[in-house]
């Protein structure tokens, strides 16, 4: 499985895609879950759309073919599924008439998780040493510090 929700191909498109997810969890202030899901629905798929458009944009001419854009539009879904697990936070945290704070936080954390399945997976599947490994565990929890430092210090 790719990260917590995936379609088993692991890329680093997944992985900024859960970071950029990350972001808008953390950054929003709003006080009602709607809001949150429509951003984080927009963000991703905005991400997505932008990441396509740029790989037709650069393509050569002769490549920008309707099968080329389909092609690239799979490549880039990663982007997409990086949303999924904070949605389904949000859904869970609305259902439950959780505290709309409380729940953009649960879905941070589920993107947070979702991010660590990603890099474990992708890590994993290209076989890498123990100390690659290490190495990125290590940066995955500065980045996970960070962003629960702005979390503080946003909300």
């Known amino acids: 499985m790719a990260g917590i929700i995936g379609a088993g191909r692991v890329t680093a498109e997944g992985i900024y895609g859960s970071l950029a997810i990350a972001v808008?969890?953390?950054?929003?202030?709003?006080?009602?879950?709607?809001?949150?899901?429509?951003?984080v629905t927009v963000f991703a798929v905005s991400l997505w759309l932008f990441q396509v458009y740029a790989r037709v944009?650069?393509?050569?001419?002769?490549?920008?073919?309707?099968?080329?854009?389909?092609?690239?539009?799979?490549?880039?879904?990663?982007?997409?599924?990086?949303?999924?697990?904070?949605?389904l936070a949000l859904l869970i945290g609305w259902l439950a008439g959780w505290d709309p704070i409380q729940t953009s936080d649960v879905a941070l954390?589920?993107?947070?998780?979702?991010?660590?399945?990603?890099?474990?997976?992708l890590l994993?599947?290209?076989?890498q040493s123990p100390t690659i490994m290490a190495v990125t565990l290590v940066l995955d929890f500065v980045?996970?510090?960070a962003l629960l430092a702005l979390r503080l210090w946003i909300k």
């Open 24 to 39: 808008v969890c953390l950054a929003w202030e709003g006080d009602r879950l709607g809001e949150l899901a429509l951003e």
């Open 57 to 87: 944009v650069h393509a050569g001419w002769g490549q920008r073919n309707l099968s080329a854009v389909a092609r690239w539009a799979r490549r880039e879904w990663p982007h997409l599924e990086a949303a999924i697990p904070a949605l």
């Open 124 to 127: 994993r599947s290209d076989r």
């Open 109 to 121: 954390a589920a993107t947070l998780l979702n991010l660590f399945a990603w890099q474990v997976t």
């Open 143 to 145: 980045v996970v510090v």
